[in-house]
């Protein structure tokens, strides 16, 4: 894998100003891509994050952006229903997905029927076949190592325990690299059942956005200042790295510790 970048990172005074760079930042590299090689495979996570891409949705974002070249994909997901309030699909389609031109044939969701069936091992299985069938249609390329897909921009968020994806602090899950996709059964946040890409696959992105806004509790700012101030490893978003650029932005509150 080629050399990773260091951690970048802005502070913002509230959860609005942090959207507004944040839709910047994803309008601009959409832009850069589609204009370089006319696709723009962007990966999506849960929590907070959709509310806050809102402002792609209000001028002038949402008339410029072309939404026809986007492919979008989730780092993780909760294997229940498409219609279960825990999915991050449903999450991303209802706030964000429906109300943007990109064609349902771009939007790589994890497998529906088994995902209602609760069947975890089966939707990691089949969303690591998904991706490899994308790779050789050129969808997505593979990294300079050819091991991993390289996706162009990822929009990650962190739990207060530190948690990225559903990548846990003390579960195996943060030492697979033999898979691209992987899953869990025993979540220590529920539901218990997920998917999420493995971290040489998050870290192979060229891009990785990490937005955190601290929601009132105490946990968010002492595990940013451990990633931040020491590099804790234990940690899962301690790990994360990108090809290109590593960037979080964090509201004032999860930086009160720093």
Known sequence: MTE???R?????PSKDELSVAMAKYTAHL???FCKEKGIFTVVLSGGGLIDWLCKLLEPPYKDSIEWSKWHVFWVDERVCAYEDPDSNYKLAMDGFLSKVAIPNENIHAIDKHYAADGNAEHCAALYDECLRNLVKQ??????PSGKYPQFDLQLLGMGPDGHMASL???????NVTDKWVTYITDSPKPPPRRITFTLPVINSALYNLMAVCDDHTEQCPHSIAKIFKHNDLALPAAHLTAQVETMWYLDKAAASLL
């Open 30 to 32: 959409s832009e850069k």
């Open 4 to 6: 990773v970048t260091r």
């Open 138 to 143: 050129n969808i997505i390329p593979l990294c």
């Open 8 to 12: 970048k990172w802005h502070v913002f």
């Open 168 to 174: 846990f602090p003390g579960h195996p899950q943060i």
